[in-house]
T-cell receptor, first 112, second 116 residues
Framework: SQQGEEDPQALSIQEGENATMNCSYK?????LQWYRQNSGRGLVHLIL?????REKHSGRLRVTLDTSKKSSSLLITASRAADTASYFC????????????FGQGTELSVKP | KAGVTQTPRYLIKTRGQQVTLSCSPI?????VSWYQQTPGQGLQFLFE???????NKGNFPGRFSGRQFSNSRSEMNVSTLELGDSALYLC???????????????FGSGTQLSVL
């Protein structure tokens, strides 16, 4: 079963704009990770935020985590056409043996 | 360092056949996880192996099986293929199995399986 649900399912923006994707999950977690997937390829890890962290930055990426609301957001600033991809949140729920469970993903399209 | 290698990249089979997919993890990584990705169900966890032992298993029928060798390479097998098994099968490796210690996964490019 899916642990995370992402919103929106699809997002289309112009180059230079910011893109925000949200992820909600159901159970307590150890950490939450965001991955990116270009069409038909493997996933690439972007950023990891621990359950005791509230915000994390990596280049043009900013991730927030609100464990009380069981939600996270990924912000991509000054988007580029090359950011066009699907973005997935993934959680490591407590007491599930450490497996990583993915959400359904947000499909981002950045138009030049 | 070479990344995660999956072979073959594409595979076409017919219903009732069986298939074996291969995954070579990043050198030094001992944990291998397998995921099935379809447009309808998204990324579904199949199983995870560490030191030749299955540590975790997802909710898939017994037709889906896997194994890991002493060099950490892994194979997954699907027997009696069904049309619904058509999917992108992704393998991922990590140093160890415990994602609660903040380990991330490194993914291969996947094997695209089409069942006709």
């Amino acid at each position: 079963s899916q642990q995370g649900e992402e919103d929106p399912q699809a997002l289309s923006i112009q180059e230079g704009e910011n893109a925000t994707m949200n992820c909600s999950y159901k159970t307590s977690i150890n950490n939450l990770q965001w991955y990116r997937q270009n069409s038909g390829r493997g996933l690439v890890h972007l950023i990891l935020i621990r359950s005791n962290e509230r915000e994390k930055h990596s280049g043009r990426l900013r991730v927030t985590l609100d464990t009380s609301k069981k939600s996270s957001s990924l912000l991509i600033t000054a988007s580029r056409a090359a950011d066009t991809a699907s973005y997935f949140c993934a959680t490591v729920p407590y007491n599930q043996g450490g497996k990583l469970i993915f959400g359904q993903g947000t499909e981002l399209s950045v138009k030049p | 360092k070479a990344g995660v290698t999956q072979t073959p990249r594409y595979l076409i089979k017919t219903r009732g056949q069986q298939v074996t997919l291969s995954c070579s993890p990043i050198s030094g990584h001992r944990s291998v996880s397998w995921y099935q990705q379809t447009p309808g169900q998204g990324l579904q966890f199949l199983f995870e192996y560490f030191s030749e032992t299955q540590r975790n298993k997802g909710n898939f029928p017994g037709r889906f099986s896997g194994r890991q060798f002493s060099n950490s390479r892994s194979e997954m097998n699907v027997s009696t293929l069904e049309l619904g098994d058509s999917a992108l099968y992704l393998c991922a490796s990590s140093l160890g199995p415990d994602r609660s210690t903040n380990e991330k996964l490194f993914f291969g490019s996947g094997t695209q399986l089409s069942v006709l």
